[in-house]
């Protein structure tokens, strides 16, 4: 079971500034201000993706505080998502979990009007949020295949991997059955 030292979270929706605030908050709030309460944050996700900036801000948060992060995809962990996925210590999956990675997309209102100079910016944080997606997956331990790092950080398709590839890939490093699972294999 899970023991009292451990934070749950659960990350589910899509990916928002909102909903990433208030999970940093809560984080920040709840297991940083009382830090011997805590040995273990555990965070469920189940989510379509989102806003790629709040993803690499809860991230960056997750891989700075002084906890064991756990992260569990708790059935599809789809584009933006996956950035916070990845920034579990130990990353575990139900058998019956998706991911989903895709190239970077500039969202636009199609009456809307950006001088040159944004667009070049957005394309410059693209260009940036693939390097660092790279970066991630060669330092995950173990580390992902760079043949792997190259099919999931391509630029013409949509890849989905299930559990049991993503273990293969070492994106996530344990496929559990049941939640009661997590503490023995993590």
């Avoid at 040995?39 to 379509?48: A, D, E, N, R």
């Amino acid at each position: 079971m899970i023991s009292k030292k451990t934070k749950v979270c659960i990350l589910g929706g899509e990916i928002t500034w909102e909903c990433i605030n208030t999970a940093i908050n809560d984080i920040y709030n709840s297991v940083l201000s009382d830090k011997n309460k805590y040995t273990t944050l555990l965070i469920f996700i189940h989510s379509p993706g989102g806003d790629t900036d709040a993803a690499w801000s809860l991230y960056t948060t997750l891989r700075n505080i002084p906890l064991k992060v756990i992260t569990v995809a708790n059935g599809r962990v789809y584009s933006a998502a996956t950035i916070v996925f990845l920034a579990g210590d130990s990353r575990l999956s139900y058998k019956e979990s998706v991911f989903l990675f895709h190239p970077a997309t500039i969202v636009t209102n199609h009456n809307e009007e950006k001088p040159l100079y944004q667009y070049q910016e957005e394309l410059s944080a693209e260009k940036y949020d693939k390097g660092k997606f790279k970066d991630i997956l060669q330092k995950l331990n173990p580390p992902v295949p760079k043949s792997i790092i190259t099919k999931l950080t391509h630029d013409h398709k949509s890849i989905f991997i299930d559990a049991k590839l993503a273990k293969e890939y070492n994106i996530v490093t344990g496929i559990i059955n049941q939640v009661t699972e997590i503490e023995e294999t993590s």
